[in-house]
């Protein structure tokens, strides 16, 4: 089990980014993601928590700052890019394909390197080992997967392209408590294998249970961070600091 | 009367296989792009002059000359997706529909007026695939007609096996059901909206060829066709290519059976694409989505 590393493997500087000319979104965020821990960004909604995701992603881009993995710079990668830079991202809607089957969803996520029949039935098949739910529903039209489900395919997919990082956004969103604390569990388990996870979540007790560090974000800023130990005492206190501090 | 109606039917069937080249062509680039392209008829007109004169200027034989069309139709169509489309794809531009609409309603006035200027106002006749005709007892079809029919159904197998049974038309529909889930597993959107407008021009282009001989070819022949697939598509249900491949085929006879058994002779012609366009209304009166239609337009 690989441990935590002390050295970032991406980092992200400074970032500044907003969708319509004039109104930036994120002010000079800054987050670092280190392999085998889990990474929390907390905060008040639409404070550009996600906005940091699809930056770091690549689907947004930054007008200013940067972002390095493994000292090289990320900037301007274009995100069907990004799975060959070893980075993943899961938005808070299930990146699934819908009408297609779990079969064929899973097929998809190994794109990149499709050509290589032997890695594709490797990594299929750990993917299908570690989720072995979706080896009984293969011919199953994803959309019709239960919401827990459609997570695990998207995590299983992701996985095939044997990510480094991984960018998650409310993974536990409109999921049944029961079925949230098994993809809990879930994530916990990447970081414990050596990935990096960025999470940003509006669960705050679920992700604090599973951070090891914690940003907290105000108006597209960096509010304050620090490990989870920091965090966890009082989560209401934690909260009204957020809402009541200027 | 029986054999009249029978021949009717049957020409009917060779161009509802045409139509639902073009609409199956019209749904790719329509499920993948999220426009609507209204250069499609102007594409199809394309492909038909492209043979005609690979035939008459370059000697190639009028079967190969399809070939011919449909490739420079792909070229043509990557040249406008390239040039004038890529704003389409930015998050930063606002009202991508409206944007679609104007730019493909801009090329088609173009490319309409350009072949006016071009290839001359007055129509052109490549020869036949194939001379003669097939006389089975009562019924008689040019062979022309049957190649025409036969060479559509091939293009239409290719392309359900293209999207069925291949990576890439695995990639097409994932792009189609969703754009950020298709770059999040690596897959570049922009080639596949490139290659999506091209296939589409390419069936286009294929059709325009095919028809060349049976109708003649003019800078608008491909105003009607245009209308017609507009219709299909929606009769289809948006985004089903089966659907497409079967309202093409309900159009085109329906629209032959109305023209052999309207009451005056005189007018019937006349009122063919009213009577396909009433057939539309009926349709979605019963079944708004249309045929195969489901409430999101991705690829099927």
């Known amino acids: 089990m690989p441990d935590s590393d002390t050295t970032p493997v991406l980092t992200a500087r400074n970032l500044v980014a907003g969708y319509v000319p004039g109104i930036n979104i994120l002010n000079g965020m800054s987050v670092d993601v280190l392999r085998g821990q889990v990474r929390c960004v907390l905060g008040p909604n639409g404070t550009g928590k996600s906005t940091l995701l699809k930056v770091i992603f ?23 890019r990004m799975s060959q830079a070893g980075i993943t991202y899961l938005p808070q809607r299930p990146s699934i394909f819908p009408f297609l089957s779990v079969e064929v969803n899973l097929r998809l996520g190994t794109w990149p390197f499709r ?20 080896r009984e529903r293969m011919k199953q039209t994803a959309g019709t997967l239960s919401g827990g489900q459609q997570r695990q395919l998207e995590i299983a997919r992701a996985l095939l392209g044997d990510p480094t990082v991984l960018l998650m956004d ?77 | 009367m029986t054999d009249y109606i029978l021949i009717q039917a049957l020409n009917g069937l060779v161009i509802g296989i045409i139509y639902a080249v073009i609409a199956a062509g019209l749904t790719v680039i329509f499920s993948i792009l999220r426009i609507v392209n209204f250069a499609h008829g102007e594409v199809y007109m394309m492909g038909g002059y492209f043979a005609y004169f690979a035939i008459s200027l370059l000697g190639i034989p009028p079967m190969a000359g399809v070939v011919f069309a449909m490739a420079a139709s792909f070229a043509l169509s990557v040249l406008i997706e390239r040039t004038l489309l890529t704003p389409l794809y930015s998050p930063t531009t606002e009202r991508k529909g409206d944007y679609g609409i104007l730019v493909t309603f801009g090329i088609s006035i173009f490319l309409r007026n350009i072949a006016l200027i071009v290839f001359g106002p007055y129509p052109l ?44 038309g695995e990639a097409l529909n994932a792009v189609s059901q969703s754009r950020e889930s298709a770059a999040i597993v690596g897959i570049n959107d922009q080639l596949f909206y490139m290659l999506a407008f091209g296939l589409g021009g390419a069936l286009a282009g294929g059709a325009g060829a095919l028809v060349g001989p049976i109708y003649s070819l003019s800078p608008s022949m491909g105003l009607i066709p245009d209308t017609q697939a507009f219709a299909i598509v929606i009769l289809g249900g948006m985004g089903s290519v089966m659907g497409s491949i079967l309202a093409g085929l309900m159009i085109g006879v329906s629209e032959s059976m109305f023209v052999a058994l309207f009451p005056d002779p005189s007018r019937s012609l006349t009122y063919a694409q009213a009577f396909s366009l009433l057939v539309l209304m009926v349709v979605l009166l019963v079944r708004p989505t249309g045929f195969f239609g489901r409430i999101h337009t991705a690829l099927d």
Do not use: C
């Not at chain 1, 690549?58 to 069907?80: E, K, V």
């Open chain 2, 125 to 168: 006749r490549p020869p036949s695939f194939l001379t003669g005709a097939l006389i089975l007892g009562p019924l008689i079809m040019t062979w022309d007609r049957v190649f025409d029919a036969g060479a559509a159904i091939a293009m239409l197998v290719f392309l359900l096996w293209f999207m069925h049974r291949t990576a890439w």
């Open chain 1, 115 to 134: 050509r290589n029949r032997a890695l594709v039935r490797g990594r299929t098949e750990r993917a299908l080992t570690q989720f072995p739910i979706l």
């Open chain 1, 170 to 246: 409310e993974p536990t969103a409109s999921i049944e408590p029961r079925v949230a604390a098994q993809i809990y569990g879930i994530i916990a388990g990447l970081a414990r294998d050596g990935k990096a996870v960025l999470l940003v979540d509006q669960n705050i007790k679920g992700a604090l249970g599973i951070a090891d560090h914690v940003y907290v974000m105000r108006t597209g800023t960096l509010f304050e961070q620090g490990p989870r130990s920091d965090f966890t005492d009082d989560v209401e206190t934690l909260v009204s600091r957020w809402l009541y501090t200027r």
């Open chain 1, 58 to 80: 690549g689907f947004l881009p930054a007008l200013s700052g940067n972002i390095t993995i493994g000292g090289r710079t990320l900037l301007g990668t274009p995100a069907h």
